[in-house]
């Protein structure tokens, strides 16, 4: 029994580091994007305005679009994992924190982006009722894929106090080569 268990708690320590190595963290200047292993992580102010909001005083309204484009020369492929419950489909790209917002009046803190799913057909013959070899072809989903020269958007809206700008930084999260 504290075989098993002195296992459980390596097994959940190794987990836990190995989740928070994985994820590299950097400060974006603005329309200055991040490069890491080929892929570009960045942001674009669209617009700018200003807002009041009832006795709190000033703000300053900022739209977003926050951006990951592969340049690395190959596609960069997340493959599932396998758990308890049954497979884990890997999606996230990033995480982009904005870390001068107020969240105030229904807008973002922060904003994620996420790969495509990918594809790949998948034929099986078995013999019909009438006896005939009948051959079927399905789409089985293999992950989720940033093709070489793609890009993934999001549009945001960031309140920060009154004559600053977004201040964000943004967690990568680990890519295969494909």
């Known amino acids: 029994m504290k075989k098993t268990i ?3 708690t390596i097994l959940s320590l190794v987990s836990i580091f190995s989740t928070a190595y994985a994820q590299q963290s950097a400060d974006l200047p ?3 994007p991040v490069v890491m292993n080929g892929i570009e992580y960045g942001y674009t102010i669209r617009n700018e305005s200003k807002k009041d909001v009832g006795n ?3 703000f300053s309204r900022y739209e977003v679009t926050l951006y990951v484009t592969n340049r690395s020369g190959c596609s960069k492929i997340m ?3 396998q758990t308890f419950t049954g497979l884990q489909y890997q999606d996230l790209l990033a995480d982009f924190d904005c870390l001068n917002a107020t969240g ?3 807008t973002s803190k922060s904003g994620t982006l996420k790969a495509k799913e990918f594809f790949v057909p998948y034929s099986t013959s078995a013999k019909g009722p009438d006896g005939k070899m009948v051959t079927t072809s399905v789409q089985v989903r293999v992950g989720n894929m940033l093709r070489n020269g793609e ?3 999001n549009d945001v809206i960031f309140i920060v106090p009154e004559g600053e700008k977004p201040s964000l930084r943004v967690r990568m999260h680990q890519l295969g080569d494909f």
């Open 151 to 153: 890009s993934v958007a």
């Open 56 to 58: 709190k005083g000033s």
């Open 79 to 81: 493959m599932p994992r």
């Open 104 to 106: 105030m009046r229904l």
């Open 30 to 32: 603005p329309d200055e």
């Open 6 to 8: 002195t296992y459980l």
